[in-house]
């Protein structure tokens, strides 16, 4: 967290970083999708003649010099225009804005499934860490963190769908099919948040203002919710915008495995039939989401906390 | 039973008067009330009979200037060197325990009048109930400065009416603590507020305890809100160096003001080697 400056100036700061860090990852990404094959070739299908994939390769340009191509891109990025689908002919980045909703909507609900999670578990963690029954959980926490997101998601249509057939495991049809990919998405998140607040609890209750809210009578629930908690939440706020890349990551692989019409299936897709345009303004479209998210956070501490506004930090 | 209390003052001997008084002052917002020498029938002329005569300064908070005058410090100056307090780190009167406005901006006010740091605030959000940092004094008396924006307990504390107000807790350091709290529950009428194992950081820094060795710590409500709390310190622990004749360094002596039972204007000592006394 950078201390000082007006909350003015860290906008316009951060603005000039935005754009420096867009063109950095436009640039990669374009050649790095264009060392993974022919676009055209692969567009015309195994069975295309020559004379078909030049066709398509003049269709989209991609008869052109590299170089050329790429000055296109750049022009076409500043106007936010990547071009259309190699697939479906529609617009790239409205395709990807269409399905941001429902990626943002999985992000949601995998967040709120985590706070009201790995707040109250963390809480309880922290506050008397030398326990025996705390120590059995951090360590159970500890193995949780291991598990890969998709394995818990497998595991959940395999209970919830395939056993109980309580609930449906494909694409969105309503708030019973928002229970797993949230789940599954959130478990991403939950142990990480568990062990952070857990420290942060800790920390707090060996603070040596604890002394004198413990001299004056001030009770476990006092100590914990009025003193140690909230401090705490501030640092776990913190780890929520610099984890929210790692959501997005988590998001492509659980719309993959729930068929949830999301960017992530599309972008999944995308690259596997190269098509450029789409995989394109999906990563920008990634990208300054996760910079806009970790600028807000940031932001809002500058807000919240006059301490990190004015640069005291001990 | 009449209950003891509240801190009327806490009594530190020094040995420059002038520097001790401007650095309260000037560091505090602390005013002068009374700048009489002890009489022959002072407290602490009972303690030390060669400080009779002794000059001195009373400084109490700015809101208890023209009040009641509770809470403050009594500076005493007395000829020759001062054995080190060595706060936080012998038996007796710890730290005298002041409600503070903002830790964070008191504290380099304070260094900068010879004051020095023991435990830091730290900035933990924007709005912490407490916070609090520990110093020592210009003659190393123990001083604890809270910060209390919202407490919900069994007490009635407020936030500071000015950069540092009165003095609400009396800290006393024990290796036998059921018998030292038995001693003020007995003379305090009231119930004790609190008895917890926690883990102060500022004692284990100062008394070389292990990372997450805890302190038990009790306290006992006296009257004005005020506090006597008993941290029981590790056995071996030295008393407070005191030469002859003279009064203990650091927090010497501590005044309760009321209907103070079992007190009077002459000091008694305590289960531990520390002096209280009842305000004239």
Redesign the interface.
């Known amino acids: 967290m950078t201390g000082g400056g007006s909350v003015l100036g860290v906008l316009a700061k951060r603005a000039g970083e935005l754009a420096i860090l867009l063109f950095a990852i436009t640039t990669l990404l374009f050649f790095l999708l264009r060392l993974g094959g022919d676009p055209a070739a692969v567009l015309a299908g195994e069975e295309a003649d020559p004379d078909q994939v030049a066709l398509i390769s003049a269709r989209y340009g991609l008869d052109q010099p590299l170089w050329w191509q790429y000055l296109r891109y750049l022009v076409s990025i500043v106007t936010l225009d990547f071009g259309e689908s190699l697939r479906g002919g529609q617009a790239a980045l409205t395709l990807v804005l269409d399905r941001l909703g429902s990626t943002l909507l999985l992000a949601f609900l995998a967040l709120a499934i985590t706070a009201a999670l790995s707040i109250p578990i963390g809480a309880w963690l922290g506050f008397r860490p030398d326990r025996g029954d705390r120590r059995a959980a951090n360590a159970l926490v500890f193995i949780l963190q291991g598990i890969p997101g998709y394995i818990v998601g497998l595991l959940l249509i395999q209970l919830f769908v395939v056993e109980l057939r309580w609930l449906t495991s494909i694409g969105n049809q309503g708030v019973s099919s928002w229970i797993l990919p949230s789940l599954t998405l959130a478990s991403f998140l939950v142990p990480k948040m568990v062990r952070v607040l857990a420290a942060n609890v800790a920390e707090a209750m060996r603070e040596d203002y604890i002394r004198t809210a413990r001299a004056t009578g001030a009770s476990d629930v006092e100590l914990l919710f009025r003193h140690a908690l909230p401090n705490a939440l501030l640092g776990a706020t913190a780890l929520i915008g610099t984890q929210f890349a790692f959501l997005m990551s988590g998001s492509l692989i659980t719309e993959w495995i729930f068929a949830w019409p999301g960017f992530g299936a599309l972008l999944v897709a995308s690259v596997e039939q190269l098509d450029f345009p789409v995989v394109q303004a999906a990563v920008f479209v990634i990208a300054g989401l996760v910079f806009l998210v970790n600028a807000g956070t940031d932001i809002l501490f500058r807000v919240i906390d006059p301490r990190v506004r004015a640069g005291a930090t001990r | 039973m009449a209950t003891l209390g509240p801190i009327h003052s806490v009594t530190v001997a020094t040995a420059d008067l002038a520097a001790s008084v401007a650095a309260y002052r000037a560091g505090c917002g602390f005013v002068t009330v009374d700048e009489a020498p002890l009489s022959a029938d002072a407290s602490e002329v009972a303690l030390a009979p060669m400080l009779e005569g002794a000059a001195t300064a009373w400084l109490v908070p700015a809101p208890e200037a023209a009040g009641t005058r509770l809470g403050g410090i009594r500076l005493v100056e007395v000829t020759g060197p001062l054995p080190d307090a060595a706060p936080l780190r012998s038996l007796g009167w710890a730290a005298a ?1 002041f409600s503070v406005q903002d830790p ?1 901006r008191l504290v380099p006010k304070l260094e900068a009048e010879g004051f020095t740091l023991l ?16 110093m020592a004094g210009p003659n190393g008396e123990g001083l ?1 400065l ?1 910060d ?1 924006r ?6 009635s ?1 407020h936030r500071a009416r000015a950069a540092v107000d009165r003095c609400f ?1 009396a800290v006393l350091a024990t290796d036998a603590l059921e018998d030292t709290r038995a001693v003020y529950e007995a003379r305090s009428g009231a119930s004790r ?2 008895d ?1 194992e ?5 004692l284990q820094a100062r008394l070389g305890l292990a990372d ?1 060795a805890t302190t038990r ?1 009790s ?1 006992v ?1 006296i009257g004005g809100d005020c ?1 006597v ?1 008993i941290d029981a310190y590790p056995a071996g622990t030295p008393a407070r160096p005191m030469a002859a004749g003279r009064l203990p360094a650091g927090v010497g002596l501590v005044r309760f003001a009321g209907a103070s039972h079992g007190l009077t204007a002459a000091p008694t000592r305590g289960a531990r080697g520390e002096w209280l006394a009842r305000a004239a």
Do not use: F, W
């Open positions: 325990e964070d435990g830091a605030p730290r900035a933990l959000g924007s709005d912490p109930a407490i916070r609090a940092c520990q604890y809270t209390i919202a407490y919900r307990g069994p007490m504390l807790i507020v609190s917890r926690i883990e102060i950081p500022v997450g710590i306290s409500a506090l709390e």
